[in-house]
């Protein structure tokens, strides 16, 4: 059974939040349709109907889901006509322990009735409890009847070490990964981001090129776009704050990123 319009039922409504119509910040990134297809292939298919994307902290696996949900909406794969994608609270499913599996229970029974694609970002969480009361043992034979459909997303090696340790869980998922995208993609990834996001403000190309090198300078261990997309809107910020709010930085230059910048790495200095 199939619920596209209306209100989710009663347990995804509570525990969880749709995405399909969620498109804000999607359509700031440029979409990765190889990865998408490939995880709608995945997702239709009639056996090993899960999907596990994995990659480093802050490459857009998140988002790629949410686009994923809105492509499903607008008609781009006709095989997942009706399908919704609705994205777990693992902390709101974790209140009270003594009824947290029963609930996950009754959460996954819901979302099979209405063929529902749940959604759970850091999905290394599922197993944080040791022993065989842990929620991973709870999904377990919904993913091996291949009665649900299911989107997880983690890094890799948390992948490996809470996921695939089970040989019937690794089994039923299948791994798509996403990278950090190489230099070129990023600035067009900036580019697009601050023209669709702030349309009021001239962000120079040299300001976009600057904002790239000054990320990885500011958060080495962080991942892209993640990271340039962070500084780029804290520039915005930076160039706005003395202006009231229904006024908007008319440019952001070169200068503008560097200031930003080491105003940002005043900030990290302080906090270490």
């Not at 994923?68 to 499913?93: H, P, T």
């Amino acid at each position: 059974m199939s619920l596209m319009k209306g209100k989710l039922p009663p347990l995804c409504a509570k525990y969880g939040r749709e995405l399909n119509g969620q498109t804000s910040g999607v359509d700031q990134i440029l979409e990765d349709y190889a990865a998408l297809d490939r995880i709608a292939v995945a997702l239709a298919s009639e056996e090993q109907n899960n999907v596990a994307l994995t990659g480093p902290a802050g490459c857009g696996k998140t988002t790629t889901v949410r686009k994923l949900a809105a492509l499903i909406e607008e008609g781009r794969y006709r095989r997942l006509a009706g399908r919704r994608v609705v994205e777990l609270n693992i902390d709101l499913i974790n209140q009270d322990r003594k009824k947290r599996d029963l609930r996950f229970k009754h959460i996954l029974d819901e979302a099979e009735y209405y063929n529902i694609i749940i959604y759970v970002d850091e999905a290394h969480r599922l197993s944080e409890n040791s022993g065989p009361s842990n929620l991973l043992n709870t999904l377990k034979p919904y993913i091996t009847s291949g009665g649900l459909s299911m989107l997880i997303s983690t890094t890799s090696e948390e992948f490996r070490l809470y996921i695939a340790r089970d040989r019937a869980m690794e089994r039923r998922f299948q791994s798509v990964e996403l990278k950090e995208p190489d230099h070129g993609r990023l600035l067009e990834i900036l580019e697009r981001v601050a023209r669709v996001r702030y349309p009021r403000t001239d962000i120079t190309k040299e300001a976009i090129a600057e904002t790239a090198r000054l990320a990885a300078l500011c958060a080495p261990e962080r991942s892209e776009p993640a990271r340039s997309l962070e500084l780029l809107h804290y520039e915005v910020s930076a160039a706005q704050i003395n202006l009231p709010p229904e006024e908007y930085a008319e440019k952001i230059t070169e200068e503008d990123a560097r200031r930003a910048a080491t105003l940002k790495m005043d900030g990290y200095r302080e906090r270490d």
